[in-house]
């Protein structure tokens, strides 16, 4: 057992992730973090994760588009 420091803001994103009052933070992150290790491994973790809901998916997609558009995320002094 270890004890960890959160800012409030990453205790509520972690909590979100939680799927019933029973749920430990623990099981949380074992299910969602995967192990460090390959890129077929990523990808299989991933797959076990939980569908997103539609806050969540429109979320990643702007994120997603915003990582597309390399002019807006230019840095003017240093291009």
């Known amino acids: 057992m270890k004890t960890i420091s959160l800012t409030d803001e990453a205790y509520e994103r972690l909590k979100e992730w ?7 933070f623990s ?3 074992l299910r969602v973090v995967p192990e460090k ?3 077929g491994q990523m990808l299989e973790d991933v797959s076990r994760l939980p569908v997103l809901n539609e806050e969540q998916a429109r979320v990643m997609e702007e994120s997603a588009r ?3 558009d390399l ?3 230019r840095d003017p ?3």
């Open 18 to 24: 939680k799927d019933e009052s029973s749920d430990s």
């Open 27 to 29: 099981r949380v992150v």
């Open 37 to 39: 290790g390959t890129l």
């Open 66 to 68: 915003y990582g597309r």
């Open 77 to 79: 002094w240093t291009s």
């Open 71 to 73: 002019e807006g995320s």
